[in-house]
């Protein structure tokens, strides 16, 4: 299940808590056409991968300071952290590619 985040302390903790997991941070937008599109995409991959990846949503509008610290300017962007650290990123809503990038990070 992806979790949607809060603020920047809701975030820190998550990556904390995912200790080894691969996180991926989806940078979205309620009013974004790709980013509905590939949502319920991701949280299939989410409650199929919930052993080994954590799934964060981030709001642009809700969480501005997360985006801006992420250096996000197209949605959706996907961020993968591991160990608390970014690992890839990639913009657009690509489904295979997702997957794909998810499978060989994990």
Do not use: Q
Request: charged share 30%; with cysteine; net charge negative.
């Amino acid at each position: 299940m992806a979790i949607h985040i809060k603020d920047s302390d809701d975030l820190k903790t998550r990556l904390a808590e995912a200790g080894e997991k691969l996180v991926v941070i989806d940078f979205m937008a309620t009013w974004c056409g790709p980013c509905k599109m590939i949502g319920p995409k991701l949280e299939e991959l989410a409650n199929e991968l919930a052993d080994s990846i954590v799934v964060l949503k981030v709001d642009v509008d809700e969480c501005e300071d997360i985006a801006t610290e992420y250096n996000i300017n197209a949605m959706p962007t996907f961020v993968f952290v591991k160990s608390s650290k970014k690992i890839e990123e990639f913009s657009g809503a690509n489904v295979d590619k997702l997957k794909n990038t998810i499978l060989k990070l994990k």
